[in-house]
């Protein structure tokens, strides 16, 4: 049974709801009212100065002190050092959630300087927003069942519950209670956003299995009426997809999978590429689309991959990145990806090794290593940073500046 809410009609009621007290970030707990989220300066602080634990005294040097660089609670791993410019290495500016005993972050968005994030796998999951700079952590919703893919806009924050078929809705500031957008019987995956429009995919059966019920749906703004006849894709298994003005761009998630682009306005499907083994997630910039090719479990004897293709369909699929250049690396697993314009690179995560990578988007060169260790998951790029979120290990977000 399928139910649709209305977005427009949600803004104009306010719930008022208090932040839980659910994780410690630096010398401080989030959530808790007395914790300061400044970056210096703005409660009566020098602008290098911040009161951290709450207590009235600007105790934390935000230029030298690798527990609260920058921000409260941004921490500065691998013994790295904090100066003006940031933490030497990865910053670390929210953990532990949905809980430190069962942290498990998946994707992220950013959204006009915050960092949203979903994590959790059952009916424990959760959805939160911290600054990009760092600082304290607020909580969106609770109680999710395995939020998946999520999206920002002026209109809110929008999330797939994997477990619970539906998309989701909430305000930026976790002011409202969550709202249901849409209530599927099929599993919700991805979701993208910008101003205009919300789009999501969901399968009508297993990771790979084609059924009647697989789509693209799409949600249009402010009015947020949910339509699920605008991409019927009973032949696939779609996964994540990926926006620019004209069309929505997304995989099929099978064995010999495809990446698709489906017009916008009148949700035409243009094939870019197929016979991809298992494609998982995808991007895209002004001329091309980048997706990971990502086989798990059974079917590792298949080999994942980084790939483009021009989003006109002009050229073929080609690969950018495959396990050949990593001789000395066993079980690679492409998962999440990320370009923008702001420079020549595409950055993906990689599961299996486990690894924050980045290669030139023509295909050139040699594989850079960002960052190794942990279990990397959702990656973003944000001004002169690239953000990822670890699934494992204590459930946090981390950034890194982009090497020049």
């Given at each position: 049974?399928?139910?649709?809410?209305?977005?427009?009609?949600?803004?104009?009621?306010?719930?008022?709801?208090?932040?839980?007290?659910?994780?410690?970030?630096?010398?401080?707990?989030?959530?808790?009212?007395?914790?300061?989220?400044?970056s210096g300066g703005s409660t009566?602080?020098?602008?290098?100065?911040?009161?951290?634990?709450?207590?009235?005294?600007?105790?934390?040097?935000?230029?030298?002190?690798?527990?609260?660089?920058?921000?409260?609670?941004?921490?500065?791993?691998?013994?790295?050092?904090?100066?003006?410019?940031?933490?030497?290495?990865?910053?670390?500016?929210?953990?532990?959630?949905?809980?430190?005993?069962?942290?498990?972050?998946?994707?992220?968005?950013?959204?006009?300087?915050?960092?949203?994030?979903?994590?959790?796998?059952?009916?424990?999951?959760?959805?939160?927003?911290?600054?990009?700079?760092?600082?304290?952590?607020?909580?969106?919703?609770?109680?999710?069942?395995?939020?998946?893919?999520?999206?920002?806009?002026?209109?809110?924050?929008?999330?797939?519950?994997?477990?619970?078929?539906?998309?989701?809705?909430?305000?930026?500031?976790?002011?409202?209670?969550?709202?249901?957008?849409?209530?599927?019987?099929?599993?919700?995956?991805?979701?993208?956003?910008?101003?205009?429009?919300?789009?999501?995919?969901?399968?009508?059966?297993?990771?790979?299995?084609?059924?009647?019920?697989?789509?693209?749906?799409?949600?249009?703004?402010?009015?947020?009426?949910?339509?699920?006849?605008?991409?019927?894709?009973?032949?696939?298994?779609?996964?994540?997809?990926?926006?620019?003005?004209?069309?929505?761009?997304?995989?099929?998630?099978?064995?010999?999978?495809?990446?698709?682009?489906?017009?916008?306005?009148?949700g035409n499907t243009d094939k870019?590429?197929?016979?991809?083994?298992?494609?998982?997630?995808?991007?895209?910039?002004?001329?091309?689309?980048?997706?990971?090719?990502?086989?798990?479990?059974?079917?590792?004897?298949?080999?994942?991959?980084?790939?483009?293709?021009p989003k006109d369909g002009s050229?073929?699929?080609?690969?950018?990145?495959?396990?050949?250049?990593?001789?000395?690396?066993?079980?690679?697993?492409?998962?999440?990806?990320?370009?923008?314009?702001?420079?020549?690179?595409?950055?993906?995560?990689?599961?299996?090794?486990?690894?924050?990578?980045?290669?030139?988007?023509?295909?050139?060169?040699?594989?850079?290593?960002?960052?190794?260790?942990?279990?990397?998951?959702?990656?973003?790029?944000?001004?002169?940073?690239?953000?990822?979120?670890?699934?494992?290990?204590?459930?946090?977000?981390?950034?890194?500046?982009?090497?020049?």
């Amino acid at each position: 049974m399928r139910q649709a809410f209305r977005v427009g009609l949600m803004l104009s009621v306010a719930v008022a709801t208090a932040p839980a007290c659910t994780s410690v970030l630096g010398d401080f707990t989030v959530g808790e009212s007395g914790a300061s989220s400044s970056s210096g300066g703005s409660t009566g602080c020098p602008a290098d100065m911040a009161d951290c634990d709450g207590d009235g005294d600007c105790e934390a040097r935000l230029h030298a002190d690798p527990l609260n660089c920058g921000a409260c609670g941004a921490v500065c791993l691998d013994e790295g050092t904090c100066s003006e410019t940031g933490c030497s290495g990865v910053t670390e500016i929210a953990r532990g959630f949905p809980t430190p005993e069962d942290a498990n972050a998946r994707l992220l968005a950013i959204y006009a300087d915050e960092v949203y994030w979903t994590a959790g796998e059952g009916t424990n999951g959760s959805v939160q927003k911290v600054p990009a700079l760092g600082g304290a952590v607020t909580p969106l919703a609770a109680g999710q069942n395995a939020p998946y893919g999520i999206a920002v806009n002026q209109h809110g924050v929008f999330w797939a519950n994997l477990n619970d078929t539906n998309v989701m809705w909430v305000d930026r500031e976790g002011q409202e209670d969550p709202k249901v957008i849409f209530d599927s019987n099929h599993a919700t995956l991805g979701v993208a956003a910008d101003e205009i429009e919300v789009f999501w995919s969901q399968r009508a059966a297993g990771i790979g299995v084609a059924g009647e019920g697989s789509l693209i749906g799409k949600i249009a703004m402010p009015d947020g009426w949910p339509d699920d006849e605008f991409r019927e894709a009973d032949d696939t298994s779609p996964h994540l997809v990926a926006l620019d003005e004209e069309h929505v761009y997304w995989v099929d998630r099978s064995a010999r999978g495809t990446v698709n682009r489906t017009h916008r306005g009148t949700g035409n499907t243009d094939k870019l590429a197929d016979d991809q083994p298992f494609p998982y997630a995808i991007a895209v910039d002004e001329a091309f689309v980048y997706w990971t090719n990502s086989p798990r479990g059974s079917d590792t004897e298949l080999q994942g991959a980084v790939m483009r293709a021009p989003k006109d369909g002009s050229q073929e699929a080609m690969a950018i990145w495959t396990p050949v250049e990593d001789d000395d690396v066993e079980h690679p697993a492409p998962d999440c990806i990320a370009v923008d314009g702001n420079d020549d690179y595409v950055y993906w995560t990689d599961q299996g090794t486990p690894r924050v990578l980045r290669k030139r988007k023509d295909g050139t060169g040699r594989q850079q290593l960002l960052h190794e260790g942990g279990a990397p998951r959702g990656i973003a790029l944000h001004g002169g940073f690239v953000f990822w979120v670890e699934e494992k290990g204590g459930g946090g977000v981390r950034k890194l500046p982009r090497p020049r």
